[in-house]
Antibody
Framework: EVQLLESGGGLAQPGGSLRLSCETS????????MSWVRQAPGKGLEWVSA?????????HYADSVRGRFTISRDNVRNTLYLQMSSLRVDDTAVYYC???????????????WGQGTHVTVSS | DIRMTQSPSSVSASVGDRVTITCRAS??????LGWYQQKSGKAPNLVIY???TLESGVPSRFSGSGYGTDFTLTISSLQAEDVASYYC?????????FGGGTKVEIQ
């Protein structure tokens, strides 16, 4: 069974930092590209960032977070990360770790989602 | 960037009714379109991918169609358990983008 377990959310001040983690199990993590998707309170879904499989050298970001967030992965620990810096009030959201339905490159339909971790940015 | 526009933003229908949700892309995305169902307080679930392929385990009353810029999600006979918000997503190019969502309720 595929499992994605996010952690690291919480309260941060504007301008502050948080590091989200997503521990995975039940599948061959290193062969899948992975992404983060967020959802602000009462709002829709927003793709945040993606990282390619294996070496993870390919990283991609939404314009809203580029230059402030960094996605990374540890293929030994089967864990995905999102380092968030220069946080803004509008980064407040539930952050989901997501896996595509196939390890075939450029497959971007997400069939596995974590339970989400809440990030609140407020002074 | 590709913008996804969904309509209506909400729909209220009776059990057994046919419900149709539309999604329009700001440029041609061929069949690179998925649909997600999100029940209150839960993570989304993939319902349809590649515009018309039903995800494993999803009831056959759900169907998708469309090509290019215009797409639809249809629930052929609405059931109480289908109450949820539904989102379309384009996967044609990065940045990936979602529609604004459609809330489906029982009348």
């Amino acid at each position: 069974e595929v499992q994605l377990l996010e952690s690291g959310g919480g309260l941060a001040q504007p301008g502050g930092s948080l590091r989200l983690s997503c521990e995975t199990s039940g599948f061959n993590f290193k062969t899948y590209a992975m992404s983060w998707v967020r959802q602000a309170p009462g709002k829709g879904l927003e793709w945040v960032s993606a990282i390619d499989n294996i070496d993870g050298h390919g990283t991609h970001y939404a314009d809203s977070v580029r230059g402030r967030f960094t996605i990374s992965r540890d293929n030994v620990r089967n864990t995905l990360y999102l380092q968030m810096s220069s946080l803004r009030v509008d980064d407040t959201a539930v952050y989901y770790c997501v896996r595509p339905r196939s390890s075939v490159p450029y497959t971007r339909y997400f069939d596995s989602w974590g339970q989400g971790t809440h990030v609140t940015v407020s002074s | 960037d590709i913008r996804m526009t969904q309509s209506p933003s909400s729909v209220s229908a009776s059990v057994g009714d046919r419900v149709t949700i539309t999604c329009r892309a700001s440029q041609d995305i061929r069949t690179s379109l998925g649909w997600y169902q999100q029940k209150s307080g839960k993570a989304p679930n993939l319902v349809i991918y590649s515009a018309s392929t039903l995800e494993s385990g999803v009831p056959s009353r759900f169907s998708g169609s469309g090509y290019g810029t215009d797409f639809t999600l249809t629930i052929s006979s609405l059931q109480a358990e289908d109450v949820a918000s539904y989102y379309c997503q384009q996967t044609d190019s990065l940045p990936l983008s979602f529609g604004g969502g459609t809330k489906v309720e029982i009348q």
